[in-house]
């Protein structure tokens, strides 16, 4: 598995889909029509029969558009679905443990959240790491603090591995983002207030256009 | 691996423990110092790095002791942590998935709250059913409907599996439970509410005299 590639990693946030009365496989549908660097599915409210049941149709949708499909959180939930990877926080299982499980092909992702974090994940067998809250979050419960367009460069400069930047980007930060050198740019809420498709259209624009 | 022994299944809620001021890994040890037919230990609120601490932990201690332990929930923390089983609610991965995955020497437990899946879970790849509540429980968030001792044998007669009773049982219930004709029975709270290496000893002395 090759690393994040440049452009747009789209977030099918399920809990945020449903409170916009949003169907999370309909979206991720949309999210596919465009060239998508990753689509990442993120169900934190789910039970693990239905987050495995969505994980698995979400799978079929970005195989069918050859983009990167990874799973939020959980390892064996990626594995049951047949997903390309997992995205792990710092609370989640380690990497190194989960590395082992899924062998050397698949992709792990890793958040950070401050420098010490990052320092700290060069040692991690990652792939790549996401980086934020650049901006002040709604799809967070807990968000840890904002790091700012300089916390993100600083976060560039320091780490071994890509960087994802996340948390609050709205598509008109994007060539701000882009500019502090984040690899990739994921985007949940964003994509989400407006047309699905139009939305990720509009930002795969901006981010590699 | 051998189907749940007869005698006491004895349940480590994490919540539950910190709750009363009780550390989960010393109420394992207090627990293991009795022949258990098994110990699970539940810990619905830790994150998944602490889960696997301290069912590590924990499967050390039963380990030592010879008894058979089990991970509530999660197959994957199982797996990491050594267990020899792992107990599934009806909302958890299907018992199949986790079967292909943990193979056929570890113990699989799945939770059933009705004639309905009791019956259905006769095809299922499982070495016993929980069934309960039998008594009304404070020790889960949203309690499935209390069955009952008539429930409860109305369960063991219709059961392809052999049934651990659980749900609100008292110590002083155990005799009823017993000739109801579950072959093992699960305690929570009833073990906290005092010594636990003393109210665990008089369950079994109970449940095996």
Redesign the interface.
Known sequence: MPSVQPGLYAIVDRDACLARGLEPLAVARAFCTVPLSALQLRAKRA????R?GLARAVAAVARAAGIPFLVN?????AR?AGADGVHLG?????PG?VRR?LGPDRMIGLSTHDLGQVGAAAAEPVDYLGFGPVFATSTKERPSPVVGLDGLRAAVARSAHPIVAIGGIRLEDLPAVRAAGARSVALVSALLDGNPAERAARAVRLLLG
């Open positions: 039970t693990d029969r239905d495995v959180d959980r390892a064996d939930i049951l710092q609370d989640d299982l380690p443990s499980w």
